[in-house]
């Protein structure tokens, strides 16, 4: 199996997917990777995966993103993906505040196991459920300021705001990847991931990305 | 992939007629997944068969599964034999029940059930809510919301959230119930579903399911050792690509090959399961890495993952699959991966037996 040209790619970006299960990661993962959502969709079981490569300021970024189970007790296996992840996506159902009052949780989550500087950026989903909205936006915006967090809100079912949510999550990894690797001694992240296929595909494991490598020590 | 609007009507509308396969699924466009694409001759040729195997079994269990022990204990191998090749599907119900151990266990608890389901309450009854349409969306019997599919999978994910309460509800349990209900009452799912988590015939299975997951671990971290003695070559390319097992096979072991591999194929698993235990599981894991061994050791990372997790339509046909996975032997080596692993990470904690739980009369021993 050759790698084709639309696996060329300047930049590979580990990003996860978490929040309280049922808040549409799934389904914001599938119309992200394959424009698709599924009503009928399972819930998630362990940990899933899927990529897309995509311009960003400029570059072609290629996004790696896990997605989790929500359910608590899944944090024993899921939590091994943060490790690595440049950036995250919490995620919560503008319908349903336990899942907002969560957030808090999860953060503490991703402070114990992720990298110090990971980039978050928190996303209200369903926003497509008007009449059964529960979180007002702007405490949501109000707390992701307070918390240093982008903020968002989409409907992965009527597409709306997704594409913006990743390109905008991605930027941010992209700026502060760049910022690094300009200020630091080694800053040819870029070149090495796009010379030798081979150690790209190792190099995109978890914690062990050319660019992370490059910039987070 | 089809879609269907949900609406907030109370109980749903019956969803609307389309073509399903023998199992009840909605046909997929593409797939052949009942398995039955064979000249007509053939089919009646396999249908002749049946009839006779189906003969045979009734003759073996007895009216009712009256004759069940006694045939079990004169002839053992008979038995695992006849159940490798796959229980009739008619009376794949009963005998998922007799050889499970949970007959004993419905008979010995008389009116438990019904406790749990009515005068009990649950912590995770919104968590089991949440994911009741999460769960076969795709067959007819769970398709209709609060439809009789729908109410019997919450009653028995409830009933055991409130019987064991240290581990209540989590997702996966949901598919394990699902299949039960499709061959049983929901009285008989649950009780078949205690005598798996508790241990009535082989070793509890809780495990997969209490806080930290630990029989999750334990059962990845065998498989991995397995993949690394019985396939090194494809071990070590994992290794190289930093692929591990709970990226593709923690749906494996936490829902026993129910959420997503076709379901002709999991009832064969399932019957094996409950007769010979878990190690099935990770025979049939080993065999299809085995089976598709040549093209994995060829794939980079990524595709490693999808090929992982979208095994090709031949790897997946029960006949040829099951026999490779027969042909594994691992049973020895399992157990003192077992005893290894305990060394390293202490024992799995045992929650509270079936004695200590104050609505269930003791019969732990």
Redesign the interface.
Known sequence: ?G?GAEEEYDYLFKVVLIGD??VGKSNLLSRFTRN??????????????A?RTLEVEGRSVKA?IWDT?G?E??R??TS?YYRGALGALLVYDVTKPTTFENVSRWLKELRDHADANIVIMLIGNKTDLKHLRGVATEDAQGYAEKEGLSFIETSALEATNVEKAFQTILSEIYRIISKKSLSSSHHSASATVKEGK?IA??Q???S?TNSLCCTSS | MEKKRLDDYEPGPVPSPRALDRFGFVKQDVSTSDGLGRSRSAYEYARYREERRVRKWRKMIGVGGSDWKHYLRRKPHVVKRRIRKGIPDCLRGLVWQLISGSRDLLLMNPGVYEQLVIYETSASELDIIRDISRTFPSHVFFQQRHGPGQRSLYNVLKAYSVFDRDVGYVQGMGFLAGLLLLYMSEEDAFWLLVALLKGAVHAPMEGLYLAGLPLVQQYLSQFECLVMELLPKLGEHFSNEMINPSMYASQWFITVFSYSFPFHLALRIWDVFLYEGVKIVFKVGLALLKYCHDDLVKLPFEKLIHALKNFPEDAMNPDTLLPLAYSIKISKRLAELKQEYEKKNGKIRRSGELSENPTVPSESN
């Open positions: 199996m790698r299960s049922g698709e959502f599924c009503l009928e969709s399972k819930s998630t079981i362990g940990v899933e995966f990529t790696q189970a359910q007790r899944y024993a296996i091994a081979t595909v190792t995109s494991q978890p062990t």
